[in-house]
Structure formats: structure tokens, C-alpha cells
């Protein structure tokens, strides 16, 4: 008996092994995180979420970003929601809703589609609503993958 359930685990063992490929249904994007201590300066473009716990100069285009209290962002940013609980400067179009908590600090040009600031957080600049028409800055769900 045991030596016929040995046989059979045997021959399953010699075949090819099994990747199994899940889908998770609830998560359709990426996130892309840079880490406290990291400096990077360039351009970034994700489907995705960027979270920013580090510093970063340059270019974003993302459909959401996070900036936590240690990431500091001098950059152009194109977003459709962004939050900020560290300090962000530059130029910021955010077609959805842009929270700035209370540690957070904006310094810029800023166009929001709704803004929510809580007690503490600080937005200086030139800001506007967006007059946005509904169509996101890039897709979430892309068709034929």
C-alpha cells in the first residue's frame, strides 16, 4: 500500500513542474515603490501606482501617487489621484482628487480635479480645478492583455 502511493508521487515528480498562474481580480495594476534613501532623477511612467518614500526629480505620469512623509518630488506630475504626506514642488495636474495631509507640503502649479487638505497640510501656489473631460491620464484597463 505505502510503496504504491511512493510509485505514484514518483511519476508525478518526473514530470514537468506546474507554474500555476493566478490572476488576482481585485489588483488590475502595479505599483512601483522608491524606497526611503533612494535618489532618482529622470522620467516615470507607469499604468500604475508610484509610491515615493525617497526623492525623485524629474517627470510622472502614473494613475496614482503616493508621496509619504519622508518622499520629497520636484518634478512635473501628471496623475489622476495624488496624495501628499511629505513635500512635493513643481508642476501638478491631477484630474481626480488630490489630498494633502497634514504633514504635507505642495509648492507649485497645481490643477486638481477635487481637493481635500487636512488641518496642518499646506498648498502654495497657483491651483485650479481642472476641467477635466472624464478621460483618464493613462488606462487602467488595457484591452487584449
Same mark, same amino acid.
Given at each position: ?27 488590475? =495594476? &502595479?505599483?512601483?515603490?522608491? *524606497? !526611503?534613501?533612494?535618489?532618482? %532623477? $529622470?522620467?516615470?511612467?507607469?499604468? +500604475?501606482? /508610484?509610491? #515615493? ?23 512635473? =506630475? &501628471?496623475?489622476?489621484?495624488? *496624495? !501628499?504626506?511629505?513635500?512635493? %514642488? $513643481?508642476?501638478?495636474?491631477?484630474? +481626480?482628487? /488630490?489630498? #494633502? ?42 484591452? +487584449?492583455?
Amino acid at each position: 500500500m505505502w510503496q504504491k502511493n511512493k510509485q505514484d508521487a514518483d511519476k508525478k515528480d518526473n514530470g514537468p513542474a506546474k507554474v500555476k498562474l493566478f490572476k488576482n481580480p481585485l489588483k488590475t =495594476v &502595479e505599483t512601483t515603490i522608491i *524606497s !526611503v534613501g533612494s535618489k532618482l %532623477e $529622470g522620467s516615470i511612467e507607469t499604468a +500604475g501606482t /508610484l509610491i #515615493v518614500d525617497g526623492s525623485v526629480t524629474g517627470n510622472i505620469k502614473c494613475s496614482s501617487l503616493e508621496i509619504l512623509q519622508d518622499g520629497n518630488l520636484e518634478a512635473k =506630475v &501628471e496623475a489622476e489621484n495624488v *496624495s !501628499v504626506a511629505g513635500r512635493f %514642488e $513643481g508642476e501638478m495636474i491631477c484630474n +481626480g482628487k /488630490l489630498t #494633502v495631509f497634514k504633514k504635507g507640503k505642495v509648492i507649485g502649479d497645481v490643477s486638481y480635479g477635487t481637493l481635500s487638505i487636512e488641518s496642518g497640510g499646506a498648498l502654495d501656489g497657483s491651483v485650479s480645478k481642472s476641467k477635466s473631460d472624464g478621460t483618464p491620464i493613462l488606462p487602467l484597463y488595457q484591452k +487584449g492583455k
